[in-house]
């Protein structure tokens, strides 16, 4: 059981990693990549890939507070507060995503600046929950 446990928090830690990395690389390619072909081509493999990790790290965060027979700590509510602010903003970011195959500029730039704030929002959350539940536990 003790080892069930510890293998949970440690495939829940490395997909919060994973998650973390994952949106950094979606942050430079809405930043970095000029071309527009280019960067749609890169944002659909890239983009479910980082919401692929994400529910895996709600899914294995699960399992453990399952284990843990449902006791919710602070840094528990926090970790879910901050997956649904992910997912809130990843409709939004979906939609404006979809505007662009119109081909036309202005709804270009304005999902390449949605994008761009919401990634680095959701890195620098994931890394503040990910710094604060350690130190909480
Ligand atoms: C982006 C979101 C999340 C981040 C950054 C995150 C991060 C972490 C980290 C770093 C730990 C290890 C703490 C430690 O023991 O040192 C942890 C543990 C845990 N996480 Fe998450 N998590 C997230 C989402 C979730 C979700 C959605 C759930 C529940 C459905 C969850 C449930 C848990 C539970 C139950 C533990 C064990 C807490 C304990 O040791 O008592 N997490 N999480």
Redesign the pocket.
């Known amino acids: 059981m003790k080892e069930l446990v510890s293998m949970s ?1 440690n495939l ?2 490395f997909f ?1 990693a994973l ?2 990395v994952l949106a950094v690389i979606n942050l430079l390619i809405v930043k970095n990549c000029n071309d527009y072909i280019k960067m749609t081509k890169r944002v659909e493999l890239f983009a479910p890939l980082y919401y692929l990790s ?1 529910s895996v ?6 399992v ?2 399952a ?2 027979k449902f ?3 602070h ?2 509510y ?3 507060l ?2 649904l602010v ?1 997912i809130i903003g990843a409709f939004k970011a979906n939609r404006l995503f979809k505007m662009t195959r119109v081909k036309n500029i202005p709804s270009q730039d304005r999902y390449r600046e949605f994008a761009y704030k919401k990634y680095l929002l ?1 890195g620098v ?7 604060i ?5």
């Open positions: 928090i829940h830690i919060v998650t973390f994400l790290v709600i899914f294995t965060g699960s453990v507070l284990v843990f006791h919710f700590k840094s528990v926090l970790m879910l901050i997956s992910i959701d959350l994931i890394a503040v929950t990910a710094g539940s350690t130190l909480l536990n």
